[in-house]
């Protein structure tokens, strides 16, 4: 079966730390750009950070410092360090696939993880 499994989601105090994982199934994550995106409550969803085939990133730039994106090639997952989180970081987590950074439709996505930070 061809997916994304989001999974690290949570409920963390504010300041601390998760680790966002997306494995794929079904397909090479290194055919792909991986993307991360979240939705928090009644808003929109934003793309938040990408890394390319070739393991560049890039990210929003209210996250810059905060979130780190990598990826295990080995392990066929994409990860999303967050750090210093934030109430306003609550939100689901997406991952998706496309073929490159730039573009805005998506091959894969996976259902998300709720993250929720809070004292």
């Known amino acids: 079966q061809t997916q994304l499994v989001e999974s690290g989601g949570g409920f963390v105090q504010i300041g601390g730390s998760l680790r966002l994982s997306c494995a794929a199934s079904?397909?090479?994550?290194?055919?792909?750009?991986i993307k991360w995106f979240r939705q928090a409550p009644g808003k929109e969803r934003e793309e938040i950070s990408c890394?390319?085939?070739?393991?560049?990133?890039n990210y929003a730039d209210s996250l810059k410092g905060r979130f780190t994106i990598s990826r295990d090639n080995a392990k066929n997952t994409v990860y999303l360090q967050m750090n210093s989180l934030k109430p306003e970081d609550t939100a689901v987590y997406y991952c998706?696939?496309?073929?490159?950074?730039?573009?805005?439709?998506?091959?894969?996505w996976g259902k998300g993880t709720l993250v929720t930070v809070s004292s």
């Open positions: 079904g397909f090479t994550l290194t055919d792909y750009a």
């Open positions: 890394i390319t085939r070739g393991g560049n990133a």
């Open positions: 998706a696939a496309s073929t490159y950074c730039f573009q805005s439709s998506m091959a894969y």
